[in-house]
């Protein structure tokens, strides 16, 4: 669900949104065999943590470019929801002011397979929930950092959910 601030920052109508949004990221996850869940974060090449993210170009489904961007940053095949399950602002340029932000359309992936990303600077990582939050968080600005750690905990709760049914 997106974050009410989110949604007055973009003015916009959240269903026509998430039927034309153009970036989208794949917030890869697998569950320990303790049953705690852990997240694949991937470096930009700026050297920050973030999900593997993109643009819907030219794929068939924005969860088609979510399965794409995975495999492409992270090296990940994987079950990736066709519904996105939240949206966040993502700032283009880091730290700084940004020149602009990007709504980006947040899609779960489980991860079932994981080989050498066909980026190989991405190195990806599997990270607790508790220090996924601390690597997005670094080198960021408040509002944007506080995005990506609002996903994670949304994504936490949603595979939880989803868990608790099986």
Not at 22 to 27: K, W
Not at 114 to 139: G, I, N, Q
Request: charged share 35%.
């Amino acid at each position: 669900m997106a974050s009410a601030a989110l949604t007055r920052d973009l003015r916009f109508d959240r269903r026509s949104f998430f039927s034309r949004y153009t970036h989208v990221a794949a917030v890869c996850y697998r569950i320990r065999d303790d049953g705690g869940v852990e997240f694949l974060l991937v470096r930009t090449r700026a050297g920050r943590w973030t999900f593997p993210k993109g643009g819907v170009d030219g794929d068939p489904t924005p969860a088609a470019a979510a399965a794409r961007e995975a495999y492409e940053e992270a090296g990940v095949r994987g079950r990736v929801e066709r519904r996105a399950f939240d949206l966040y602002l993502h700032s283009k340029n880091g730290f700084s002011r940004p020149k602009h932000a990007l709504p980006v359309a947040a899609h779960l992936c489980a991860v079932v397979e994981l080989k050498r990303p066909l980026e190989p600077y991405r190195d990806p990582t599997w990270f607790s929930p508790a220090k996924a939050k601390r690597r997005v968080e670094k080198a960021r600005r408040r509002k944007y950092a506080a995005e990506l750690a609002r996903v994670i905990d949304s994504a936490v709760e949603r595979i939880a959910r989803q868990h608790a049914r099986k």
